[in-house]
């Protein structure tokens, strides 16, 4: 077996295509797919040539198998188009990546899988992993770099992530047409910086849900997911609703702690990193960020004393008290980061 492997392994790795020192992250991505492919493709071929030749011929069957596979492999994960065709390409959590190559012949992208698909993105991937089609749409960002519609984040080509990306805004119940980050408030203005959300365990971002959407310049409150397109036509995601006040108490428990353990030391760690990274994003002021600190910490102290009256441990019905006042806590400092009280009207800078 270790010889079979050997010689598997040998025959991969002659076969394997050299990456160049310097390589951007285009032309990284589709390497580290073709040696995959090669990897797979001789390991699987040399299996096959192992079975097929006679029993006093193995090594021969096993050699040649693993070429054969080898080469069809590295074949196969090789794209019909390269980089420099490229809009962009999206990687395996379905997040886009800007290409960092000049997109004015692109002609297409790569998908999670890395095929080379013709034309831009007209679609999305959803927090299933399913791709939902949509409208063919997008916008060149600052770098000139193109990004679908349906991206509320993306990486730069610089490799940077944009949280709260949008092709425009409302302003006034006006479009205001143009590429730019942020978020709306409870009341529907745009504040400009970071959208609320975070990467949970699988490194999917999982951004804040809406407030609600502006449907014909006029703001439609209740919580939901979407986007909208270049003419400033909210686009729900595939199978996100609207919320009401009840639905949305419910549901919120599991959005704010998604990624995040049951534990209550877990949680309140979590939300201590949370306050102070609002802070100092200015997405919370000085006074509801020392407000929400105060509360963690007489949180912090029931949860204590609550362990030393039981050998160290919580209780079910203690652990069900601490997480509550967590949950809402944690809904308070979504509340604040959200509405306007820092500058009457207007944008927030």
Known sequence: MNKFMWVAGACAAALLPTAAMAQDRCAQQQHDRQVAGTVIGAVAGAVIGNQVAGRNDRTTGTVAGAVVGGVAGNYIARSTADCDRAYGYYDRNGLWHANDRNV???SGYFDRDGRFIEGRPNGYYADDGRWYESRDDG???RDGRWVPASSTGYYNSRGEWMAGTASGY???????AG???GYYDSRGTWIRGDAPGRFNASGVWVAD????YYDDGRWVPGETRGYYDTRGQWVSYRGYTQTSMGERDRDDRGDMWRGVGAGTREREQFLERRIRLMQS???LSRREGAAAYRELQEIKR???????????????MNSRAVNARLDRLARTVRMDARDDDRRPGGERN
């Open 104 to 106: 004015d012949h692109a």
């Open 139 to 141: 916008y060149m960002d």
């Open 170 to 176: 409302y302003a006034n119940g006006r479009w205001v």
């Open 179 to 181: 590429p730019t980050r």
């Open 209 to 212: 849900a809406q407030p609600g």
């Open 281 to 283: 994003q200015g997405t």
């Open 302 to 316: 029931f949860d204590s004393n609550m362990r030393r009256q039981n050998g160290g441990r919580l209780s079910a």
